[in-house]
């Protein structure tokens, strides 16, 4: 039997993960001068603190999602069918690293990580897999993936019209965030400048052809993985934010025209107070900037509306049945933040993939959450909380002052350059890292309450004959589709590619006529070139 051992640790005064303190007791004097009607609003009106919907989860609950994806296209798509069986509301698609980076399955780049983090997708033959016996008009598919989002989009409309779905019945999202693929995550493939150009090309392309995508999911959920605290995570995720508007504005749109269709990704911590201050400041903040800086005036385009992911990084190798007490936690403060969508996560994601009860449990979570629970039952429960409503408040002024720098930089796309952001976030992580050491902040099972002995766990683990399954794949699909047509349109692509016209026409093309991820990639390399990383600030 395992033997508990308990590494004390000196009691300090307690701060929140963004360097604020925390007071033993907050009172009325916590809001002197605090304007209810300034800071707040109704539920579902400017500045929407208080919620983007005037009912939130009365009516009903969010949507649950289950982010999942590995091996190959058929094992993923047996997952998704056991989720939707189980609840699942909406899927959430993982892509491995080199469908993420662009790079086809047989690439040489590719070795040792085909199917590894995410489901590998060479092709429209892979989407079909992928997606078989799900018809596309009645689920909500979400879509972590970045720098080739625009392929990936195309082809879910392909397989939609082979399925005979209107392109005007698709809902879902696209990730679409390469900004903070600079800051944060790494998986970026073009330059800022070029990337910007697609993601307005996207924008332009979804108005007209599918109008009920959600064409972008600004994402902090990653900085915040990397290290930054939740100050951070909403300040330069709203900046990205910012960035996207003033890019899409600039190519010509109205802002009322594609606002409404932006989203937010969030991370959820066990710091549920601050969290929920996050979520309220960062509504706040984004509807005064939509309406003041880009004269919004639909109030869908001042929403900030957000999915959330519980907290991977707080998730441990030791003990991990634990985890299933975080993510409980951490999904509750989603919740109580007024998130439009979740995914929790699996307790054994620190070890390996999920495996299919533990996925199971995390869903089972969210269903407890809201059908067992009395946090549906009236909506933002902490308004007018001392605490919650002056960390709010701490949390918005911190944020701003974030912002303010990033601006003073020349906005995120320069101060990317300067390395402003990730030296910010890998400073803040340090501090962390070295509270976690000290045991000044605790982590249970890992620096206090630890087992001698860990108890033996059987994780899943991706079949390494994927590799060469996907290669086979590849070869016969070149080896039967028309090259002609595929070499046509990659043509016709690199042209657009160095005009102006949207690049989503002929990729589509190519897509169609059955070219890969790699060749479609490759072709914008030779046009946009290749993003290389600057040091920190």
Not at 352 to 368: C, E, F, M, N, W
Not at 378 to 386: C, E, R
């Amino acid at each position: 039997m395992a033997r508990e051992t308990d590494t004390a640790r000196t009691d300090t005064a307690r701060s929140t993960e963004s360097g604020l303190p925390i007071e033993p007791v907050y009172g009325p004097g916590a809001l002197d001068g605090w304007d209810p009607a300034e800071k707040l609003g109704e539920p579902g009106s400017y500045p929407f603190t208080r919620g983007v919907y005037p009912s939130m989860y009365t009516g009903r609950p969010w949507t649950m999602r289950q982010y999942a994806g590995f091996g190959t296209a058929t094992e993923s798509n047996a997952r998704y069918r056991q989720l939707i069986a189980n609840g699942t509301m909406g899927l959430s698609v993982a892509f491995d690293l080199p469908t993420q980076m662009g790079h086809d399955s047989d690439a040489p780049i590719s070795s040792g990580e085909v199917g590894k983090v995410g489901v590998a997708i060479d092709s429209v033959e892979d989407m079909k897999v992928l997606f078989g016996g799900i018809p596309l008009d009645k689920v909500s598919t979400s879509m972590t993936i970045n720098a080739p989002a625009a392929l990936l989009l195309l082809m879910y409309q392909l397989l939609g019209e082979e399925q005979g779905i209107p392109a005007d019945r698709l809902t879902g999202t696209i990730q679409n965030d390469v900004l903070k693929e600079y800051i944060a995550r790494g998986t970026y493939i073009f330059p800022p400048k070029p990337s910007l150009r697609l993601i307005a090309d996207i924008f332009k392309y979804c108005r007209t052809e599918i109008p009920k995508w959600n064409t972008i999911s600004i994402s902090g959920y990653h900085m915040a993985e990397a290290g930054a605290s939740p100050a951070q995570e909403i300040a330069f995720t709203l900046a990205d934010g910012i960035e996207y508007v003033r890019t899409a504005v600039a190519a010509g749109m109205d802002v009322d025209d594609f606002a409404p269709r932006l989203s937010f990704f969030f991370v959820s911590r066990t710091t549920i107070l601050e969290e929920v201050a996050k979520f309220r400041a960062a509504r706040r903040i984004w509807a005064r900037v939509m309406r003041d800086e880009f004269g919004a005036k639909d109030p869908k385009s001042q929403m900030l509306r957000f999915h959330t992911q519980t907290a991977g990084v707080q998730l441990t190798a030791q003990q991990p049945e634990v985890n299933l007490v975080r993510v409980a936690v951490q999904g509750l403060a989603a919740v109580l933040g007024g998130t439009q969508s979740l995914h929790t996560n699996s307790f054994d994601e620190a070890i390996a993939l999920p495996t299919d009860k533990s996925a199971r449990l995390a869903l089972r979570t969210q269903q407890v959450l809201a059908y067992e629970t009395d946090v549906t039952a009236t909506v933002d429960p902490f308004a007018g909380s001392y605490v919650v409503e002056r960390m709010t408040d701490e949390v918005e002024a911190l944020a701003l002052d974030l912002m303010r720098r990033v601006e003073d930089l020349g906005g995120a796309v320069s101060a990317i350059e300067y390395g402003f952001q990730k030296g910010e976030i890998e400073r803040s992580a340090y501090r962390i890292a070295l509270e976690q050491d000290s045991g000044e902040r605790v982590v249970v099972g890992m620096n206090r309450f630890q087992l001698d002995e860990e108890d033996p766990y059987d994780p899943l683990r991706v079949d390494p004959a994927i590799e060469a399954q996907q290669a086979a794949r590849l070869a016969t699909l070149r080896a039967t589709r028309d090259q002609d047509a595929v070499d046509t349109a990659l043509t016709a692509l690199r042209q657009a590619a160095r005009g102006t016209a949207n690049v989503l026409y002929p990729m589509k093309d190519a897509l169609r006529a059955r070219a890969t991820v790699g060749e479609v990639c490759n072709a914008l390399r030779e046009v946009w070139g290749t993003y290389v990383p600057t040091d920190a600030f």
